[in-house]
C-alpha cells in the first residue's frame, strides 16, 4: 500500500497545507493501491512563489548547465525504471510488458530527444542590426494524464527545464504514483530548489488555481476536450499563454491493394494498444466499400488475438466511470444498427474482477453516429466505407477533432497526397513514427506543439532587441 503524503516544492518535501487525502483504486483489482494527499490553494500558492523565485536564476542558466542537468535525469531514470514500471502498473492497471515498455521508452525516448535538440537549438540569430532573442516564457504550471503519464510529464517538463523555465506539475489524481516517484528522480539528478515543484490533486483542488494564478505565465494542460475548455477560461483573465493537447478521433484510411488485409489487421491491434486509451489512437478505419466483408473478417481475426487481463495484451481500462461510459457506447452502437464483429458488452469471458472492455469492433458504421463522433477512449474500434480517395478524405476530416490521422498502403505517392489533405496535428504513413516530429491538433483536438524542438516553442517568447548591431564590434 503506497502513502505519498508530502509534496515536492522548492527543492523539499513539505507538509501540504491542509490534510486532505485521497485514495486510489488499482482498476485491475478494484482494490485501493494507496493513499494521496490533496493539495490546495496554500500549496499551489507556496509553489508558485518557489518557482519565481528560482526563476531569476534559472532562467540565465548556460546551455550546458541545462545540458547537464538532463543527462543527470536520464540517469537516475534509467535506474528508476522498475520502481516506475510498478507504479504503472498500480495506479492505471498497465500490464507488466507494456509498463516497463513503451510507457517507460516513451518518457526516456523523449529526455533523449530533447538533450539532442537543447545541444543543436538557436537562441539568439542577428538578423541585420536587430537581434532575435528566445527566452523562457516563465513560471509553468504543467497538468498531466493518467492514460500515458510519464509521456505526458515528459513531453511538458523537459522542454520546461530546457528553455530555462521553473514549474509546478499537477500529474492526474488518478495515476499519481508515477509523478511522485518522478519528482523524487529529479530531486536525486539535482534540479535546483524552486526549478521543479510537484502539488497533488485534482481539477477544482489544484488545477483551478493553478491555471488562474496571477505569477503563472503559461499553462500546458493535456486531457480531455472539456476540461481544455474550462481551463482556457480559468487562464484567460491573467492573459497567460495556454497549449492544450486535447482529445481525438484519428482516421486511418487504408488502401485498396495488395497490403490491405496486413493493414487491416494492424490497424485493429494498434487501436488496442493501452486499451485504446490513446488520444491519437486509430479508432476510425476507413476501408474501401467493395471489400468491406473481407475487412470485416480480417479485423474479427486480429481482435481475438488481443489477449485481455493481469500480464496480457491489454489491462483494464482506468476507472469504474470510465467503464461504464465505454459500455454504454458500445450498447449505443449496437442500437444505431453497426455491425458487431468482435467484442461487445461486458466483461471478457474468465473475467469478473477488474474494469476490463472486450476488445470490441464495429464494421458498417456510418459516420453520424455516435461511436463514429465520440471520443470513446477505449478499446472499440469502427470501420466506416468510403466509395473513393476524395470520400475517404471528406470521411476523415468530418470530425470536431484533428489530433492524429493514418494512411496504410503499398503507392507511397497517394498516401503522401491523402496525408496532405488530412487535416490533424500529424499524419502517420505505414506506421511512421518520429520523437522528433511536432505532436499536436487542429480543431478542437487543441493548440501548441510538443516533441522534441517543436516543444520548445511553447515555453519561450521571442524579443527583437533593435539597433544591437549598431557600433561596436557587432
Known amino acids: ?21 485521497m485514495t486510489v483504486v488499482n482498476p485491475a483489482t478494484e482494490e485501493v493501491a494507496g493513499t494521496v494527499a490533496v493539495g490546495s490553494v496554500g500549496d499551489v500558492d507556496r509553489a508558485v512563489a518557489a518557482a519565481r523565485k528560482a526563476f531569476a536564476t534559472w532562467s540565465m542558466a548556460s546551455v550546458a548547465a541545462r545540458v547537464a542537468l538532463l543527462q543527470s535525469i536520464s540517469e537516475v531514470y534509467t535506474k528508476r525504471r522498475p520502481d516506475l514500471a510498478a507504479a504503472l502498473t498500480e495506479e492505471m492497471g498497465a500490464p507488466t510488458a507494456l509498463a516497463n515498455g513503451f510507457q517507460l521508452d516513451l518518457g526516456a525516448g523523449h529526455l533523449g530527444t530533447v538533450i539532442e535538440s537543447l545541444q543543436n537549438f538557436t537562441f539568439e540569430e542577428q538578423q541585420g ?25 515528459a513531453v511538458k517538463v523537459f522542454p520546461a527545464l530546457a528553455t530555462g523555465c521553473t514549474m509546478i506539475l499537477k500529474p492526474s489524481e488518478r495515476a499519481p504514483f508515477s509523478g511522485q516517484i518522478f519528482a523524487e528522480i529529479l530531486d536525486e539528478a539535482g534540479v535546483p530548489a524552486g526549478v521543479f515543484n510537484l502539488v497533488q490533486g485534482d481539477g477544482p483542488s489544484v488545477g483551478v488555481p493553478l491555471s488562474s494564478h496571477r505569477d503563472v505565465d503559461m499553462v500546458s494542460f493535456t486531457g480531455s476536450t472539456r476540461a481544455g475548455i474550462d481551463i482556457a477560461k480559468n487562464a484567460a483573465a491573467g492573459v497567460k499563454r495556454v497549449t492544450q493537447e486535447l482529445g481525438g478521433k484519428g482516421p486511418n484510411i487504408v488502401l485498396d491493394d495488395a497490403s490491405f488485409a496486413e493493414n487491416v489487421g494492424k490497424g485493429v491491434v494498434t487501436m488496442m494498444l493501452n486499451s485504446g486509451q490513446t488520444c491519437s489512437a486509430p479508432s ?11 475487412a470485416i473478417e480480417v479485423a474479427r481475426t486480429a481482435a481475438a488475438t488481443v489477449t485481455v487481463g493481469d500480464d496480457a495484451g491489454i489491462g483494464p481500462v482506468v476507472a469504474e466511470s470510465q467503464f461504464t461510459k465505454i ?13 458487431l464483429v468482435a467484442g461487445g458488452p461486458g466483461r471478457p469471458d474468465g473475467l469478473t ?7 470490441t469492433v464495429f464494421a458498417d458504421v ?12 477505449g478499446p472499440v474500434l469502427t470501420i466506416l466505407g468510403y466509395d473513393s480517395i476524395d ?12 489530433l492524429a490521422g493514418y494512411v496504410a498502403g503499398e503507392d507511397i505517392d497517394l498516401a503522401r497526397s491523402i496525408a496532405r489533405r488530412i487535416r490533424a496535428g500529424s ?4 506506421d511512421g513514427f518520429d520523437f522528433c516530429a511536432p505532436f499536436g491538433g487542429y480543431k478542437q483536438s487543441g493548440n501548441g506543439r510538443e516533441w522534441g524542438a517543436f516543444g520548445f516553442d511553447d515555453y519561450l517568447e521571442t524579443k527583437g532587441i533593435l539597433g544591437y548591431g549598431t557600433g561596436g564590434d557587432a
Not at 130 to 153: A, D, F, R, S, Y
Open 353 to 359: 474482477k477488474g474494469y476490463y472492455v472486450q476488445p
Open 391 to 402: 470520400h475517404a478524405v471528406d470521411i476523415a476530416n468530418d470530425t470536431d477533432y484533428g
Open 366 to 377: 456510418k459516420n453520424d453516429m455516435t461511436i463514429a463522433r465520440e471520443e470513446i477512449f
Open 1 to 21: 500500500m503506497r502513502e505519498y503524503l508530502k509534496f515536492y516544492i522548492d527543492g523539499e518535501w513539505v507538509e501540504p497545507a491542509q490534510s486532505t487525502t
Open 284 to 294: 476510425r478505419m476507413l476501408v474501401p466499400s467493395g471489400r468491406m466483408e473481407e
Open 427 to 430: 499524419v502517420a504513413i505505414n
Open 129 to 153: 542590426q536587430t537581434l532575435i532573442v528566445k527566452e523562457p516564457i516563465g513560471v509553468c504550471g504543467l497538468i498531466t494524464p493518467w492514460n500515458w503519464p510519464l509521456n505526458q510529464i
Open 327 to 339: 459500455q454504454d457506447l458500445i450498447q449505443r452502437g449496437i442500437d444505431d444498427g453497426a455491425t
